[in-house]
Structures are given as structure tokens and as C-alpha cells.
């Protein structure tokens, strides 16, 4: 595996006009699990090369103990990403992103408006700065994003389809422990205690979705999912629901609903949703 840990060293011969081989880009912030393995083993499948970075972005952090506590083990990392057999790792410094204030700030319209952007102010903003920077410098075919963060993924695939950004955006499936808790490198700041706690997110969703193919009332399925949720006292963020293929209200055109929900346990923030027929 090839490091490379500064925009200047990036091999000129990986760039899209010189290289042989179909490129695949799966971006982290590092603190690997399961499911950033899982999208390389995607990458992997789709792609002849991949390339995965490493990067605690500051931008996208709106709380700055949230930055500070989150979790960063490098040098357990490149060990995975060594035995996954992936061919480049990006690791850039803060100073190496950001190498001068920025004279662009992303006004993403509704996506700012609801779930992860009304909540987290200048999220997306901050996800789109290091996101757009990493697919310039890297001129991937393909990038791979989980659908754990389904927003995320839903504001980066509708921003590179308006630009036409030479590459495909590919999602991945959530994966979860056995008792239903979908992976997340948060997941090692909580307790015993607080990750039994937390598979509750996800049967609250699964409750949710039972209520909706009975009942089909989006209003109904969101209460039984809150009830759940408030009977093990967890302390919600939001509880939504949206059209899952755009993030916008449901209307009559919608085909999937997505229930999405962010909690607190332990003071570390969680998320999840699901994903349903209308
Ligand atoms: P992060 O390191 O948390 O920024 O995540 C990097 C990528 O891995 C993002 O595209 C996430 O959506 C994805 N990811 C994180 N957790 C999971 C999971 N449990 N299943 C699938 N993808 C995930």
C-alpha cells in the first residue's frame, strides 16, 4: 500500500489522464470498522485501484469537543486498510486541506434545511469544502459512501450530478452488529452500557416501519418509533421522515420513505434511519 500524506506528493501518474486502471475513492475519517470495509470491498469489486483517505475534517464539525473526542488510531488503521488490500492511502494534514480560508461556502437549499443540516449548522457546508477538495485531487471514477449517513450521501451524489462531475457516486448498504446497531466509529465512546442502549435506535426504526406497512400513516409510525425511544429514555435530536431519493417532504410522486432519527446516549450523537416503500 502506497501512503501518501500531502496534496504535493500525489502521484502524477494516479491522476485520470495518466493512469490504466479504474480508480475507486472510499473517504474516512478514519477509526475503521466493518463498515468502511465493507465500501472498500465494494471499491474493490467495481473498481482495478482503490484509494481510501483518512481525514477528522474540522469544517464539518459543528461542536468542537465533537472534533476533539473523536476517536483517532491511525496506525490501527493503516493495518486494516493494509490487509483489505487497498493500494492508496491519503492521510493529509489540516494545514495541506485548508491552506487558506476558503472563498466558497455551500449553500445546499433544502438539505440545510432539515434532519443533519438544520441541526448541525454548516455541516454540509463543511462536507462539501473537504469532499469536492479530495475528488479534485484525486479524480476518482467512482466514490463510495455509505448509506448510514443516507443525507450525506444524498447531498453528494445531487451536488456532482448538478455539476457533472466526471464520476460516479455509488451507495452502500448499513452494516450492522448482529443485534441491529449500525457501526459507527462513535460507537467506541460509549459504555457497555450505552452501546446495549443504542441498539434500541434501531428497533425503534424497525418498529416504525412495522407501524407504516399496517397502518400507512407516516404521522403514526414516527410516534411508535418516539415511544420506543422515550421508554428507554433516550434523548431524541429528530425523529423525520422525508422522500428517501431527495431529502425533500414526501409528495405524491414519492416511491420511498426514509425515517431517519438522531439521538444522544452517553453524550456521544448517533444516527440512523431506514428505508421503506411508500
Ligand atoms: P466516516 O469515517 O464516519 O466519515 O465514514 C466514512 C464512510 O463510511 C461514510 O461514507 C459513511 O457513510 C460510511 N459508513 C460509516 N459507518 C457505516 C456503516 N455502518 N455501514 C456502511 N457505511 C458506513
Given at each position: 500500500m502506497v501512503s501518501i500524506n500531502k496534496r504535493s506528493d500525489f502521484?502524477?501518474?494516479?491522476k485520470r489522464n495518466h493512469r490504466k486502471k479504474s480508480l475507486g475513492f472510499v473517504p474516512t475519517m478514519g477509526a475503521l470498522h466493518e463498515g468502511h470495509l465493507t465500501l472498500i470491498r465494494a471499491a474493490k469489486k467495481q473498481c482495478e485501484a482503490v484509494i481510501c483517505s483518512i481525514f477528522v475534517n474540522?469544517?464539518?464539525?459543528?461542536n468542537q469537543d465533537d472534533f476533539e473526542k473523536y476517536p483517532r488510531v491511525l496506525d490501527e488503521d493503516l493495518k486494516l486498510l493494509e490487509r483489505e488490500g487497498v493500494d492508496y492511502v491519503f492521510c493529509p494534514s489540516g494545514e495541506d486541506m485548508?491552506?487558506?480560508?476558503?472563498?466558497i461556502e455551500f449553500n445546499v437549499k433544502h438539505f440545510d434545511d432539515v434532519m443533519e443540516g438544520a441541526h448541525r449548522k454548516g455541516h454540509f457546508n463543511g462536507v462539501l469544502q473537504i469532499v469536492l477538495r479530495l475528488f479534485n485531487i484525486i479524480e476518482p471514477d467512482k466514490a463510495f459512501f455509505g448509506l448510514k449517513d443516507l443525507q450525506q450521501y444524498s447531498l453528494i451524489k445531487t451536488v456532482s450530478e448538478d455539476l457533472f462531475l466526471p464520476l460516479e457516486i455509488v451507495g452502500v448498504p448499513t452494516v450492522r452488529s448482529d443485534d441491529g446497531l449500525a457501526l459507527s466509529?462513535?460507537?467506541?465512546?460509549?459504555s457497555h452500557e450505552g452501546l446495549g442502549l443504542a441498539k434500541e435506535l434501531n428497533v425503534a426504526l424497525s418498529k416504525a416501519k412495522m407501524s407504516y406497512n399496517t397502518f400507512h400513516d407516516v404521522l403514526k409510525a414516527k410516534q411508535v418509533g418516539v415511544s420506543h425511544l422515550d421508554e428507554k429514555g433516550i434523548v431524541i435530536e429528530y425523529f423525520e421522515e422525508c422522500?428517501?431519493?431527495?431529502?425533500r417532504a414526501p409528495n405524491s410522486d414519492t416511491q420511498r420513505l426514509a425515517l431517519c432519527l438522531a439521538a444522544d446516549i452517553e453524550g456521544v450523537r448517533l444516527i440512523d434511519n431506514i428505508v421503506f416503500m411508500k
Open positions: 502521484p502524477a501518474d494516479l474540522p469544517t464539518q464539525f459543528n485548508y491552506h487558506r480560508q476558503s472563498s466509529s462513535r460507537n467506541r465512546r460509549l422522500d428517501a431519493d431527495n431529502f
